[in-house]
Nanobody, 118 residues
Framework: QVQLVESGGGLVQPGGSLRPSCAASGSIFSIISMGWYRQAPGKERDLVARITSAGNINYADSVKGRFTISRDTAKNTVYLQMNSLKPEDTAVYYC????????????WGQGTHVTVSS
């Protein structure tokens, strides 16, 4: 089992920045990727950014050049630096991890709200 605890969401004006974080605990040895998804009201939950244990990174096209995912392996924490925020980035952001033991298992954080508004 892996537990994920997110922090760092909030209200920001368009053009501003936020840096939510996600700390993992539990069976962290089994983690093969960590990332962020987001879900806006009335929409599906979509991938924002993901980093694998090998350091491979991918981003949604809508955030490329504005968001940066990074990790601190000593703290078992992943960060999402979000710059040049737009109103359409408003959503609940969920931390996600995928683990591999006898099979692939996903875990989700509780979500952190990001609101971009003037």
């Amino acid at each position: 089992q892996v537990q994920l605890v997110e922090s760092g969401g909030g209200l920001v004006q368009p053009g501003g920045s936020l840096r939510p974080s996600c700390a993992a605990s539990g069976s962290i040895f089994s983690i093969i990727s960590m990332g962020w998804y987001r879900q806006a009201p009335g929409k599906e939950r979509d991938l924002v950014a993901r980093i694998t244990s090998a350091g491979n990174i991918n981003y949604a096209d809508s955030v490329k050049g504005r968001f940066t995912i990074s990790r601190d392996t000593a703290k078992n924490t992943v960060y999402l630096q979000m710059n040049s925020l737009k109103p359409e980035d408003t959503a609940v952001y969920y931390c996600h991890t995928q683990t591999l033991t006898t099979g692939l298992i996903s875990y989700w954080g509780q979500g952190t709200h990001v609101t971009v508004s003037s």
